[in-house]
């Protein structure tokens, strides 16, 4: 089965959510109000015709909800959390989800990341790259990484839209076209750069649009970002590559209560994966009955 990582959903009670957390989203593209039935059953149609079995939803660029507001934050990412299960809860076979976070509020978020695991049953965390400005590489944000990794669990990054805050990219309107592939590259930088992968290993790091420009920058990193210059665990090329990091692979997946009873080859996204487990596990404790296994996983993602 051909899972699709990186589908969006926008029902439109959320995006009436958002739009009362007031301008600082970026949304990017024309992305519709997804929860209208037409534009689901048309989303199921599109999916039978490329093949693609399942698709994991989480909000777009601009769209997760982060505001420096805490009881807006909350409320968004509730919002958003039961709006999503609600269609996974109709098409099991069809969508998972994963949780939102309403950050930069750590305590909240800790809360909604095991409501979300545990009460919705949601396969993983999604973190937009930054929040509020800040990358979700800082230590602020560490608290979220020890949980997830003590659930042995799964993180799916997305492109917040900011054009890495650069007025050379923000300035000449490349904020869509460029700066979301620059995005997915700063955030696989600054994890290599904090230790991040090394410090949580149980973590599942999915970076999507082919890591940005990482796959060009290996041996640059390596000869300019040296293990010794910068007391890194493994050459950063070796990090970014861990597991899966090419266009074309493949993952084996058992069978999984997050998905059902479905096994066999399956789609990841077009992504950089830096710890490679079955796409789509459920992350709710620690799993020892899950083996991991060879990745060889022919990928699929969009913008």
């Not at 003590?150 to 650069?166: A, D, L």
């Not at 290599?192 to 990193?221: C, E, V």
């Not at 000869?223 to 950063?236: A, D, K, R, T």
């Not at 080859?265 to 796409?279: G, K, M, N, Q, W």
Request: with cysteine; glycine share 8%.
């Amino acid at each position: 089965m051909i899972i699709d990582m990186h589908g969006h959903y926008h029902p439109r009670s959320y995006l009436e959510a958002l739009a009362r957390i007031g301008p600082g989203g970026r949304p990017l593209g024309n992305h519709p109000e997804t929860d209208d039935e037409a534009h689901i059953q048309e989303r199921l149609e599109m999916m039978e015709q490329a093949g693609v079995g399942m698709q994991g939803l989480s909000p777009a660029a601009g769209r997760a909800p982060y505001t420096g507001d805490e009881g807006l934050a909350i409320g968004a990412a509730r919002l958003v959390n039961d709006l999503d299960a609600a269609l996974v809860n109709r098409y099991p076979d069809k969508f998972k989800a994963y949780v939102s976070l309403p950050l930069p509020h750590i305590d909240a978020s800790l809360r909604e990341l095991e409501r979300g695991l545990d009460a919705l049953g949601m396969v993983g965390v999604n973190m937009h790259i930054s929040a509020l400005d800040r990358s979700v590489a800082e230590d602020e944000f560490l608290p979220l990484y020890e949980e997830i990794d003590r659930r042995h669990g799964m993180i799916f990054y997305h492109p917040c839209g900011n054009g890495i805050c650069s007025p050379l990219i923000t300035d000449y309107g490349f904020s869509g076209a460029v700066g979301t592939s620059m995005e997915d590259t700063v955030i696989a930088l600054h994890l290599i750069a904090k230790k991040i992968p090394s410090r949580y290993p149980n973590i599942t790091y999915i970076i999507p649009h082919l890591g940005g420009l990482i796959p060009m920058l290996l041996q640059r990193l390596d000869n300019q970002f040296s293990m010794g210059q910068h007391n890194l665990p493994e050459p950063p090329s070796v990090t970014a590559r861990r597991s899966t990091t090419t266009p074309l692979a493949t993952a084996r997946m058992r069978r999984s209560p997050a998905l059902g009873k479905r096994s066999g080859p399956t789609t990841s996204c077009r992504a950089v994966i830096f710890r490679c487990c079955s796409p789509l596990k459920p992350t709710r404790e620690p799993s020892r009955g899950f083996a991991r296994r060879d990745c060889r996983s022919r990928t699929s993602s969009r913008s």
